[in-house]
């Protein structure tokens, strides 16, 4: 079946610093991959999504690129802030007659310091 | 309007007790989630309603029952829990269920506590 494996948690920054979040997945056929953020007491919100390979999504200072020959699809940003403290998911979801229920990663804790 | 609002924020209930959860989106969505999080947890699917049907249960148990009033609204009627049932309770909508594309909106959630 398909499966998500995100570096486990927490990860701690001073603000500034560069991040990197590692998710590899696996599944058959071509999924679309998806970056969520949630802040402490709130629901899910996209960050941002790649549709398929090569493509790089981006939002709000994060980037993510779709690599097929590795299966992943890491969080990148530059410089963190504070805010930026949160928990994020990568998740997968394939469809093409299969089903299109998305598949979490167990999700991983960034907290960053001032 | 890109939102979805769930009420209460908030539950306490007894394991004898009935009581619903709310969920609601005015952006024409046509597919429509509930999903359980428990702590440290990524969410986990129990139902998924399309075009007011409900397409996907993951087997939850019968004390969980959906229901779709309309496009815009998602009830979850609760009976008879259980304290491990405790957790946050999440909504979220969708364009469509199907297409790889299509990009959920996740309400804020209710945290739900047994006793």
């Known amino acids: 079946g398909n499966s998500v494996t995100q570096m486990e948690g927490p990860v701690t920054l001073s603000e500034e610093a560069f991040l990197t979040i590692n998710c590899t997945y696996t599944a058959t056929g071509y999924p679309s991959l998806f970056w969520y953020v949630q802040y402490p007491g709130e629901g899910l919100q996209l960050l941002l999504k790649?549709?398929?390979?090569?493509d790089k999504g981006s939002n709000k200072g994060f980037e993510a690129t779709y690599r097929k020959e590795t299966t992943s699809f890491h969080l990148e940003k530059g410089s963190v802030q504070v805010s930026d403290s949160a928990v994020y998911f990568c998740a997968l979801r394939k469809g093409s007659g299969g089903s299109y229920i998305p598949t979490f990663g167990r999700g991983t804790s960034l907290i960053v310091h001032p | 309007d890109t939102e979805v609002t769930q009420t209460p924020k908030h539950l306490v209930m007894g394991m004898t007790n009935k009581k619903s959860l709310k969920c609601e989106q005015h952006?024409?969505?046509?597919?429509m989630y509930w999903y359980k999080q428990k702590a440290k947890k990524p969410p986990e699917l129990m139902f998924v309603?399309?075009?007011?049907?409900?397409?996907i249960n993951e087997s939850v148990p019968s004390r969980f029952s959906p229901e779709c009033p309309n496009s815009s609204l998602l009830n979850l009627h609760l009976h008879a829990l259980q304290p491990e049932d405790s957790a946050l309770y999440l909504c979220?909508?969708?364009?469509?269920?199907?297409?790889?594309?299509?990009?959920?909106?996740f309400g804020p959630g209710t945290r739900l506590t047994v006793l």
């Open positions: 979220a909508s969708s364009q469509q269920y199907s297409g790889l594309d299509n990009e959920q909106f």
């Open positions: 790649a549709t398929k390979a090569d």
């Open positions: 952006m024409g969505h046509r597919a």
């Open positions: 309603y399309s075009y007011e049907k409900l397409s």
